[in-house]
């Protein structure tokens, strides 16, 4: 009898947290965002988000690389870091110092400055730059043809080519009156002040062209930047802090998702994580519970056709590629 009894109540039990789990999963969970333009509708191909203008295409992060990203190869999305010169100017950077994109140590191999770099005082950065100081380098000066030629290693009019470190404004003002539905992803690399002040500038740029405030959205590794970003800047739409990706991802596996408190727009992340072991996250039920919350959800960074082809078929939102050609093929094979 005792043992019916114990029977039962584990049964109860069962059932009340089956129940439970089913009622979580069929609640309709709050929006992160009432509108998300980084979000694909149903059954559409993904995005191409040009990863630092497509640096396997053209001199990454340059205007000569943003304008054949948008304006030849048809990107819906320009990826890239900011930087804030001494000056206050936001530039486009992977990197807080330029020796490894640009001739600034002269006429030497990328293998001689990449050693060089590893004496962290013998790097140029940005931070102790004016945009002036910035812009008399040639930001092609490295950058390698798919037949291995350093084609733009001796160019002069680099204003002209497009060549120089290019700004936040410059690119706005490039394509806002011909490609209003142009999208951005753009991470704040600068901490404390500096990083501050990089938001202000960014969100008074993006006011000079309100048409893109809605069209941007800003990520930070910085936790203070993230707070800042959230409080000062709430119109701006995010993309998930570490943390809150981490959040989101563990409680999505684990099926209670209506527990994350995060409020971003968009979820970027690679194909895995190494936690020790790899855990993979192409997973077809972290892109619908996204979806359900109007959370975009971004693979990076891509250069594979067979992986590309994967997220396509997983139904994600956007591909980050550093060949956005490539990319552009594979989704034709789509069409």
Not at 37 to 44: C, D, I, Q, S
Not at 288 to 317: F, P, S
């Amino acid at each position: 009898m005792k043992k019916f009894k114990a029977l039962k109540i584990i049964g109860i039990i069962l059932a009340a947290l089956v129940l439970f789990f089913v009622i979580i999963n069929v609640i309709p969970p709050k929006k992160n965002v009432e509108s998300n333009p980084f979000v694909v509708g149903e059954g559409e191909l993904p995005m191409i988000a040009a990863h630092r203008g497509g640096g396997k295409n053209n001199p990454e992060n340059t205007m000569l690389a943003f304008r054949e990203a948008v304006k030849t190869i048809g990107v819906d999305i320009i990826e890239s870091d900011l930087y804030l010169t001494k000056d206050g100017y936001l530039v486009y950077n992977h990197d807080g110092y330029i020796d490894e994109t640009c001739n600034i140590n002269g006429d030497i191999s990328l293998e001689e400055v990449e050693a060089l770099c590893e004496d962290e005082s013998n790097r140029h950065y940005i931070k102790d730059m004016t945009l002036a100081e910035l812009q008399k380098y040639n930001f092609g000066y490295y950058f390698e043809d798919k037949n291995g030629e350093r084609i733009y290693k001796d160019a002069t009019d680099l204003e002209g080519m497009g060549l120089q470190i290019a700004t936040v404004e410059q690119l706005f003002e490039e394509f806002y009156e011909d490609y209003p539905n142009l999208l951005f992803i753009v991470e704040i690399k600068d901490a404390g002040d500096r990083g501050y002040k990089a938001c202000e500038i960014l969100y008074n740029t993006l006011e000079q062209y309100p048409k893109y405030l809605g069209n941007i959205v800003v990520g930070t590794f910085n936790d203070e930047i993230e707070v800042e970003l959230r409080e000062k800047y709430p119109s701006l739409m995010r993309g998930a802090p570490t943390g809150s990706a981490a959040s989101f991802i563990i409680t999505q596996y684990l099926g209670v998702n209506i527990f994350d408190r995060g409020d971003f727009a968009c979820l970027q992340i690679p194909m895995s994580y190494d936690v020790g072991i790899e855990l993979g996250l192409v997973n077809r039920g972290l892109v619908k519970r996204a979806h359900r919350r109007n959370i975009a959800v971004q693979y990076w960074t891509i250069n594979d056709a067979d992986e590309m082809r994967t997220l396509i078929e997983l139904g994600c939102d956007c591909i980050m590629t550093d060949d956005p050609i490539l990319l552009k093929s594979v989704l034709e094979e789509y069409e």
